[in-house]
């Protein structure tokens, strides 16, 4: 009986000692080259690799990491490319992809991102500072084409906008200019 005991408190103690092993370990967030500033809390970096999900009738759907910059036609691409017969003439696939994004191909009742009022155009006629393109942004009143490209040019170097306030961290756009735009834009 001692030996059964003796047995069993080693089956024990080795299952604590292999759980205490998996369990998960912390990895530290690296750092960039030259970056001697305090680190800051927000989406200022750019990301060196973005993570979409691409669904439907691809290869592959599923989780695909893309190079910043890269296109829906790379989002794709990436994801074996689509399924024979499937119509893609609804997707821009020159439309640049955001990190987080879902790229929905030939799925029924799924309206593309960049139509539709998808891409910029929010609920209410809002125009999205985060998915706005030139366009879009070009159309809002006091913005023209090199300004609107400065917000796309900002939102390209250091991330999706946080909030509408972000706006005021563009070249170009002061108090009076943000007091103008501040009620027609979302995030």
Known sequence: MRAL??????????????????RPQPEPVPTLAGDTAAPRPSAAASPTELVVAVTGRVRRPGLVRLPPGSRVADAIEAAGGVLPGTDVSTLNLARRVADGELIAVAVPGVVPADQGGGSGAAPGGLVNLNTATLAQLDALPGVGPVLAQRILD??????????????RQVEGIGDAKYEQLKDLVTV
């Not at 900002?154 to 706006?167: A, C, I, K, P």
């Open 154 to 167: 900002h939102r390209t170097r250091h991330g999706d906008f946080r909030g509408v306030g972000d706006l």
């Open 5 to 22: 005991a003796a047995v069993a408190v080693l089956v024990v103690l080795i299952a604590a000692y292999l759980a205490w092993q998996a």
